[in-house]
């Protein structure tokens, strides 16, 4: 059976198979109903979503799912993905569901679910939903969707907390538990919205602390999203903190549960870079936990040099926080993320959120009495290249003779200071050579080798 889960919840392009009102529908209907069963009572869903235009339709068609299979639901209204995932977990609802493409254009959307824990929906319950997709699927015969919103009948109780009442409930959280005696005064930041889910309230988390804050792309229109703006595209936001000599820049994408950063000079702080001044500072208050740092196959080789010379580890997972709060749940660590600012703390959420990341950054600032370019000395990152190279069949790289050997040279060539990553992607006919090392004109000679023996053995 097709999957229509990914690691990061359902998304594609909204009113398309499976973004489409009857689709949504029968989704939302299957997970009341798998909850009903599992729980024998009726069960609560919290539903919210970022600022697309068709979010309030796609909420609608899940809500009368839910409705239909006995569920009672509240919605958020719009809202980060991490602030569902608190909600899901606090009011205690039995699942959470967010409405969000995260960082894609506007065009685009999404589903993701949470369980109680805070943590993504389990897999076999995604498996039983997509079986339930499907068998409608077979019932029904499939017409091109619309844009347009459906024409949605509620016929089961809503319970009536206001939108705002909780939004509330999450700000509050962030200020007073996460931020608590944590003072910002004298601290000029400013905030890239990226035209998202965060854009009504995340100055209110920051002055609410004592900061003096400046908000840009935070008028929201329905398809101005993530449009030139937000975590994706920083030079804005580097203009604006030189221009309103800030303290910090930070810039969310559409659904907030990532942040990147630009310091007092205007110079990015990626993901990579954030880890190591949270490392460091955490460390240094024994809330590092076994000393170990949780990333991606992706995080610069940089990170774990710069790790490594203060007595700490980094263990790497395949791309993806789905994969990064597993391990770090495994192993018990305190600290995990992604280059993207996709940072997750577990003994504080077991969502990503870009909020709770800004300010375990700002109080690493505050109480280390330091700039963020202070705080990030000791990183350095190292030069990178990466090939895409064509291929007929993905065979295992480890069944190739020529293959193994060119790769196997190349580590040896790079030692402890550089690295090879050999790995297919996950949509496309492609086998992606990805080299780090010190010298640029290298990696690029050995990229080039490599990617030329994989042509020779497997290309298309």
Same mark, same amino acid.
């Given at each position: 059976m097709k999957k229509l889960f990914g690691t990061d919840g359902m998304r594609g392009e909204a009113g398309v198979f499976p973004l489409d009102a009857a689709t949504v529908d029968t989704v939302g209907r299957s997970l009341g109903t798998r909850l009903k069963n599992k729980l024998g009572r009726t069960p609560l869903i919290v539903i919210g979503r970022d600022t697309r235009e068709s979010g309030d339709w796609l909420e609608r068609a899940l809500a009368s799912g839910a409705a239909k299979a006995g569920a009672e639901w509240? %919605? /958020? !209204? #719009?809202?980060?993905?991490? !602030? #569902? /995932?608190?909600? /899901?977990?606090?009011l205690p609802a039995d699942a959470g569901i967010v409405i969000s493409a995260s960082h894609n254009v506007y065009s685009d959307n999404g589903i993701k679910i949470f369980a109680p824990s805070g943590r993504k929906l389990d897999e076999e319950t995604e498996r039983l939903i997509e079986s339930d997709v499907f068998a409608e699927l077979d019932r029904r015969t499939l017409t091109n969707p619309s844009l347009e919103s459906p024409n949605i009948s509620i016929s089961a109780p809503v319970v009536t907390d206001s939108v705002g009442d909780l939004r509330i409930r999450y700000v509050d959280f962030l200020v007073n538990e996460i931020g608590q005696h944590l003072d910002l005064n004298g601290i000029t930041l400013v905030l890239d919205c990226a035209n998202g889910a965060a854009s009504a309230f995340a100055a209110e988390v920051f002055e609410r602390l004592g900061a003096k804050v400046k908000s840009i792309n935070n008028h929201p229109d329905g398809h101005n999203i993530n449009l030139g703006c937000g975590s994706l595209h920083m030079q804005g936001l580097q203009h604006e903190v030189l221009k309103q000599n800030a303290d910090l820049g930070i810039a969310f994408d !559409?659904?907030?549960?990532?942040?990147?950063? $630009?310091? /007092?000079?205007?110079?990015?702080?990626?993901?990579? #870079? %954030?880890l190591w001044i949270l490392a460091r500072y955490m460390h240094s208050r024994d809330q590092l936990h076994h000393d170990t740092v949780v990333a991606t196959v992706m995080s610069n080789i940089g990170l774990e040099i710069a790790l490594k010379s203060q007595g700490l580890r980094l263990v790497r997972t395949d791309v993806g926080d789905k994969y990064v709060l597993e391990e770090l749940v495994r192993l018990g660590a305190s600290l995990g993320g992604e280059q993207s600012g996709h940072i997750i703390f577990p003994n504080l959420s077991l969502a990503g959120d870009g909020l709770i990341t800004t300010l375990c950054v700002l109080r690493a600032m505050t109480e280390e009495s330091k700039a963020l370019h202070e705080l990030a000395v000791g990183f350095e990152t190292f030069p990178q290249t990466l090939v895409n #190279?064509? $291929?007929? $069949?993905?065979?295992p790289f480890t069944e190739v003779a020529a293959i193994q050997k060119a790769a196997s040279d190349i580590e040896t060539d790079l030692g402890l200071r550089g690295r090879l990553l050999l790995r297919y992607s996950g949509t496309e006919p492609l086998a992606r050579v990805m080299i780090e090392g010190e010298s640029q004109d290298e990696i690029e000679k050995h990229a080039r080798e490599l990617a030329g023996v994989i042509q020779k053995s497997l290309g298309a």
């Open positions: 509240k %919605s /958020a !209204g #719009v809202i980060t993905t991490p !602030g #569902v /995932a608190y909600l /899901a977990r606090t !559409g659904d907030a549960d990532r942040s990147l950063f $630009v310091d /007092a000079h205007g110079q990015l702080i990626n993901g990579d #870079v %954030s #190279v064509p $291929v007929k $069949v993905k065979q």
